[in-house]
């Protein structure tokens, strides 16, 4: 979710910039002429440079004083709203980091935005700036380069981009799954979702004149055959400052989609996570503590359980780990092969034989098993064979070249303890893909756990008695006609808690999926908000392109409305009647006049 944010932090910095570009460009479009004028009287290309970067920081700085202003108030309100639904505060004002990266964006975008306005000062001739005789629309632009010119630096550009491209690809992304450098490897697979995403964005871009044609000789069939053209070659003349709108607004539209339903897929994968790692719909635990002798009260919570067997499917404990138990003092558990070239850290976990009875389901999947026995996968490890054997994930499977068919197919389970190291010859029972509530897994993790049975570890904690054996979860699975009744189940179980020295948890899914919910909620506010702003941005900037080209043709439109053309009809030609100013359209109409009369004169 962090990376979502960024990426829509990232994306509106750039649509902001394009707005600034916009405006500037209508700007000086509009000067041209009195750009010109400076230049004759000696004024210098870089102080007109100065002057498009002081105009662009006009126009963001005092948008950068009303966000900070405006940042206290929404921080604030978000502050209460988090308190009031999550029970979760914090202080509504901005860090010093904050303010830092908010005016590191507020300059960066003028100085992004004035880049090529820049490039247009300084690319005109003196002549086409002060040329008023000449429309200055263009349909298509005509560059002629000879072997003999300076480097092409679009070129230069693109191959870089190429050349990083595949470093990140094939260099970047291998190290981040070495590394096991998760974070790093989102960023990669994003950046390669976002290239995939301009791809599909410069397609659009080839095929935008088609889609043009399309809708103005199907969907306007009922224009007239003049209209039609008129439209098809007014959009021939802006095809140009067209395609940079409509890039910006299938970049808009598609990075809306995109974030949606990312951060939507994301809560998704929260609750799945959580269920998963809870392994079922109510769990009583404890929290791990190294160093201290912690349990949970076994007899208060199983007659906390009595009162409800009638909505009990079934419950099962799970002890604590090998490493904190006080009788065993080890450092690190590993899975090795028979040399040690491949050594692996584990964590071994006891489960009870109808474990995966109580779990959920919905997490299990098997990769392979003993098929010499039809019992469920917890009960084999209480199996003969199965009291000399793991349960293990894929991952473990694929590197130590083991096999869960083969009963001749073993390895070394090690335990580093503070004196010496002890090894201990096994085999794998059976092998899992995914696993609730116990990481077995084929991806690549710091460490897995490795599943046994209760007498193999009372072996390895060598205790006498099961009463030396700690408890520290509790995993309760209700009838299917009964889940409805799991919080009263939770009740009994809270009071145990409640009650209990230790440091003692109930969870259920319930409440964590309501207060998902509940963010979910939350965060649709903000999502609502952004599209708000994206959507606004979007429609300025459309606003200042049409603006732009109307400008750009005021000539020609005055043609037109002298040649009998109504508003109305403009309106349907430009997609937007924009408003020009009476006295200017007056003195366009009286030139379209004049030079028609005289036309008619000549003939």
């Known amino acids: ?104 964006v507020g300059l960066i975008v003028p100085l992004l935005a004035s880049l090529i306005p820049m490039f247009n000062v300084l690319s005109k001739t003196l002549s086409e700036s002060v040329d008023m005789e000449h429309s200055k629309s263009r349909g298509v632009h005509i560059t002629v380069e000879f072997a003999s010119d300076n480097t092409n630096w679009s070129l230069v550009v693109f191959g870089l981009v190429i050349i990083a491209f595949g470093l990140l690809v094939y260099y970047m992304l291998p190290l981040s799954i070495l590394l096991m450098d998760f974070q790093l490897m989102l960023w990669i697979l994003i950046i390669v979702l976002l290239a995939l995403f301009i791809g599909l964005i410069m397609i659009a871009m080839n095929i935008q004149h088609l889609l043009e044609l399309f809708i103005i000789y199907v969907l306007m069939f009922l224009e007239t055959a003049y209209m039609k053209m008129v439209i098809a070659k007014n959009l021939i003349a802006h ?26 897929l994301e809560l998704q994968n929260t609750k ?41 499917e079934g419950y099962a404990w799970v002890p604590q780990d090998l490493k904190l138990h006080p009788h065993v003092k080890l450092r690190e558990e590993w899975v090795a092969d028979y040399a040690v070239l491949h050594n692996y850290r584990v964590t071994s976990e006891a489960v009870p034989p109808h474990y995966f009875d109580v779990a959920n389901k919905d997490f299990l999947t098997v990769a392979s098993k003993n098929k010499t026995s039809d019992l469920s996968l917890a009960e084999q490890l209480y199996t003969p064979r199965g009291s000399q054997a793991l349960g293990v994930g894929s991952f473990l499977k694929r590197e130590l070249g083991i096999s869960a068919t083969d009963p001749d197919s073993t390895f070394l389970l090690r335990f580093g303890r503070t004196t010496d190291t002890m090894a201990y010859e096994t085999r794998a029972l059976f092998v899992l893909n995914t696993c609730p509530s116990f990481q077995l897994s084929r991806l690549i993790k710091p460490w897995q756990h490795v599943l046994i049975s209760y007498p193999l570890y009372f072996k390895l904690v060598n205790a006498s008695s099961p009463s030396l054996v700690n408890f520290w979860s509790l995993i309760v699975k209700a009838k299917k006609d009964k889940t409805a009744y799991l919080d009263e189940i939770y009740s009994s179980l809270r009071t145990v808690a409640d009650e209990s020295k230790e440091d003692v948890s109930v969870w259920t899914y319930s409440d964590s999926a309501d207060d998902i919910d509940s963010i979910h909620s939350f965060l649709d506010v903000i999502f609502y908000i952004i599209i708000i702003l994206f959507m606004l941005l979007f429609v300025f900037s459309l606003i ?39 006295p200017t359209r007056q003195a366009e109409i009286s030139y379209a006049v004049f030079c028609l009369k005289k036309k008619k004169k000549k003939k």
């Open 1 to 104: 979710l962090g990376i979502v944010m960024n990426l829509v932090l990232i994306v509106l910095a750039a649509i902001s910039s394009y707005l600034v570009y916009s405006l500037l460009m209508i700007s000086f479009d509009t000067r041209m002429f009195e750009m010109g004028i400076f230049r004759l009287i000696g004024i210098r290309k870089y102080a007109l440079c100065f002057l498009v970067l002081v105009q662009s920081l006009l126009f963001v700085l005092p948008a950068l004083i009303v966000g900070i202003g405006t940042s206290f108030l929404y921080l604030w309100l978000v502050s209460n709203i988090f308190d009031s639904k999550l029970q979760f505060s914090f202080t509504p004002v901005p860090s010093g980091t904050a303010f830092i990266w908010a005016i590191c």
């Open 239 to 264: 095809r140009i400052r067209n395609q940079r709108t409509g890039t910006t607004f299938s970049v808009v539209i598609g990075f809306l989609i995109f974030v949606i339903v990312a951060y939507t």
């Open 272 to 312: 799945l996570s959580m269920l998963r790692l809870h392994g079922a719909y109510l769990e009583f635990y404890i929290k791990r503590n190294e160093g201290k002798m912690t349990f949970v009260d076994v007899i208060n919570a199983e007659q906390a359980l009595a009162k409800h067997k009638d909505i009990i």
């Open 544 to 582: 200042s392109s049409m603006t732009a080209n109307v400008l750009e043709q005021v000539k020609e439109l005055a043609v037109l409305r002298a040649v009998g053309m109504t508003k109305g009809r403009a309106a349907v030609l430009y997609l937007s009647l924009i408003h020009i100013s009476e």
